[in-house]
Each structure stands twice: as structure tokens, then as C-alpha cells.
């Protein structure tokens, strides 16, 4: 099959009914939806410095890192014990189907994720919550914030992508829990005196388009140089042992 017809035929078996983990998928979204919930009303009435801005941004950053991936089976049954990741690379490696295309593949899904979790999750805060006047933002600034979010998404999403690529089960866990401490250690380095959606939104009244523009590029650059190392390291891996 042509590169493209290889891409297109594991794209759509990520997304069918069995892959794509649509119950998983839901309740993370349904999950984040609630956290923020409560956790914008928490932001309007923090007037001073506030021991709730920890919180805040732990979940902000951990939660819309995760924004890449749909939550399938293979996220959900001990993934570490089975290494199903490396299953599931072994076999597509035995189908006519090159290393690039599976890369390829893996990131095409991992953008629509990116910008349909998001496109969802903030379309119901905008509806159910008062994030506009919280921030004192107006509706274009809200959908810069939102496209800000998408390149955050991009940026981190694309390491947990790297790590399920290249390593097995066990060796996965490890770096995604320090992925998590390493975000835990910069949030409180950032302190009491703000919350990420403060940075943001200053940063987008000040500069506009520019910080939007510039997450998303800096995600793309990522994902090309990144994909790159990927296909080198899944020609390279063995995955029958």
C-alpha cells in the first residue's frame, strides 16, 4: 500500500469502536470538566496570594498534558505488566507497514485528540462557567487561550507519545510519573502569587496572537523533530523480546 493509504488504514483502526476507548475518552473529559468547575470559582475569589493557586495549576498542567490521547484499553489494564504498547507495535511491524507510517500515523491521531478534547472541554466551560469575566477576557482572547492550551497539549503530549513508542511497559510508568514531579517542582516554583491561567491570559493582552502562534509552532516543531527520533528508535527496537 501507497504511504498514505497505510497512514489512513491505521488511523482509522485507532479510531474504531474497539481502539479508541471512547468510555475511557468520556470520563477523562467528564473528569476535567469538574475539576475545572470548581476550580474557576476558586481563582475569581483568590483576591491575594493563595495557597489554592498550588492546586490550580498542578491539575491545570497535568490534566491538559493528557489532552493527546484517547484512554483505550491498552492505557487502562496494567500496561506496565502486559506491555501492550509493545504488543501492539510488534504487530503492526509483522503488515506490510513502514516505521514513518506508524509514526505518522500515531501523531495524526495524537492532533485530532489534541484539538477535538480541547475544542470540547472549553467549548463547556465557556458555556457552564464564567472563565470570560473571571480573566476579564474577551471572546477572541478566550479562543487564543484555547489555542494556547492546544500547543501546551502538543508540547507535552508529544513526550508521553515518545515514551510509548520507545520504551517498554514498566519504563513508561517511570518517566511519566517524572514527567509529573518535574510539572509538580516547576508549579511551585512558580509560587502562591498566580495561577497558569493568570500568565496566559496576561501574556495574550499583552501580545495577542503571538503567544497563541507561538505554542503551536513550538508543538509542531517538537512533533517533526521528535518523529524523526521515533522512527529511528522503533527501526532499531526490538519488540519480540
Excluded at 184 to 206: H, Y
Aim: net charge positive; aromatic share 16%.
Amino acid at each position: 500500500m501507497t504511504n498514505w493509504q497505510g497512514i489512513k488504514f491505521l488511523v482509522k483502526r485507532e479510531f474504531s469502536y474497539r481502539n479508541a476507548g471512547y468510555v475511557g475518552t468520556t470520563l477523562f473529559l467528564v473528569a476535567c470538566f469538574l475539576m475545572f468547575l470548581v476550580m474557576i470559582p476558586i481563582e475569581s475569589y483568590a483576591k491575594r496570594p493563595s495557597i489554592a493557586y498550588f492546586p490550580v495549576n498542578v491539575i491545570s498542567v497535568t490534566y491538559l498534558s493528557l489532552m493527546g490521547f484517547g484512554f483505550k484499553n491498552s492505557y487502562m489494564k496494567n500496561y506496565w505488566k502486559t506491555d501492550a504498547f509493545r504488543k501492539e507495535l510488534s504487530w503492526l511491524k509483522l503488515m506490510p507497514i513502514s516505521s514513518s507510517q506508524i509514526v505518522k500515523s500515531k501523531f495524526m491521531k495524537f492532533i485530532i485528540h489534541v484539538f477535538a478534547l480541547n475544542t470540547i472541554l472549553f467549548s463547556l466551560l465557556y458555556i457552564f462557567t464564567d472563565m470570560i469575566s473571571t480573566y476579564d477576557i474577551t471572546t477572541m482572547q478566550y479562543v487564543q487561550m484555547v489555542l494556547t492550551v492546544m500547543g501546551y497539549s502538543m508540547v507535552t503530549g508529544t513526550l508521553y507519545l515518545w515514551f510509548e513508542m520507545s520504551l517498554s511497559g514498566k519504563m513508561y510508568l517511570v518517566m511519566s510519573f517524572a514527567v509529573g514531579i518535574v510539572a509538580v517542582i516547576l508549579v511551585a516554583l512558580l509560587g502562591m502569587q498566580q495561577s497558569v491561567w493568570d500568565l496566559v491570559t496576561t501574556g495574550i493582552k499583552t501580545y495577542s496572537w503571538i503567544i497563541p502562534t507561538a505554542f503551536i509552532v513550538l508543538g509542531i516543531c517538537i512533533m517533526l523533530g521528535v518523529g524523526k527520533v521515533m522512527e529511528k528508535s522503533l527501526n532499531k527496537r526490538d519488540l519480540y523480546v
